[in-house]
């Protein structure tokens, strides 16, 4: 098979991009950092039908929507973040599925020397199987250990790598000898292309509890807002109205004002002992008719004994 030329080449990427951005509304922009061909392999393939993977060189994936604009300017707004190590992920699906699934895909790596370290690295107490002649090696590394049956064993939990530090060569290496292999890389979603919309990929985990909790918040802040500077809105109204029906009735219970919905106040005033005699009376006859309606009934068991059709010795 003869390969193509660069050129030819780099004309039939720069035809793929667009026909991506113009076929799908939505993408992905993801880093692939120690990602290698063969996991790469193996996300294309669990995104067969849902999503179409597309890396490349960040200048000519650049070139290519900077040639496209013409026909779609929001395309621009993703130019700021094709930068480093990153690629597309083009999907119609649900964009949280398609999310899901890459986050799935992910593999486990030892840590190397000089590699940012993505996560905190912890190592539990255990028995390393290894021979007292590796006794300094831990203690260089302040780790405690104590000889059990001529094996070292690690007393307590250590600390030994900070998320956000590069992984030095005595950490790896003590890593690898323990067969542990604290890291795991995959795509990672950076950001979210949605129609012309750009967005952080935690917008995806926002729900519609969420936003009515938001948008309550917001109209408990508004009406607060209303009624400390005595402007009305449509939020603050029902409060106000509230407020005023107090007012009023603090002002007929002291008067000889009345209306309809003052005069069980003056009432209770005028007599508490009516209304507390009253309560407790309710709820006692409350009771019996709770308690009968829970009551089951004797004679559904007795019907239904009745009507087996024969007797013992039919």
Known sequence: MVREDKSTWKANYFLKLTQLLDEYPKCFIVGADNVGSKQMQEIRIALRGQAVVLMGKNTMMRKAIRGHLEKNADLERLLPYIKMNVGFVFTNEELITVRDM????????????????????????????????????????????????????????????????????????????????????????????????????????????????????????????????????????????????????????????????????KEFLADPSKFASAAPAAAAAAAPAAAAAKAPEPEEEEEEDDDMGFGLFD
């Open 102 to 265: 890459l986050l799935a895909n992910k593999v486990k790596a030892p840590a190397k020397a000089g590699a940012l370290a993505p996560l905190n690295v912890t190592v539990p107490a255990q028995n390393t199987g290894m021979g007292p002649e590796k006794t300094s090696f831990f203690q260089a590394l302040s780790i405690p250990t104590k000889i059990t049956k001529g094996t070292i064993e690690i007393i307590n939990d250590v600390d030994l790598i900070t998320a956000g530090e590069r992984v030095g060569m005595s950490e790896a290496t003590l890593l690898n000898m323990l067969k542990i292999s604290p890291f795991t890389y995959g795509l990672v979603v950076q950001k979210v292309y949605d129609s012309g919309s750009v967005f952080d990929p935690e917008i995806l985990d926002i729900t519609d509890d969420d936003l009515k909790a938001k948008f309550m918040a917001g109209v408990a802040n508004v009406a607060a807002l209303s009624l400390a500077i005595s402007y009305p809105t449509i939020a603050s109204v029902p409060h106000s109205v509230a407020n005023g029906m107090k007012n009023l009735l603090a002002v007929a219970a002291v008067t000889d004002i009345t209306f309809k919905e003052a005069e069980m106040v």
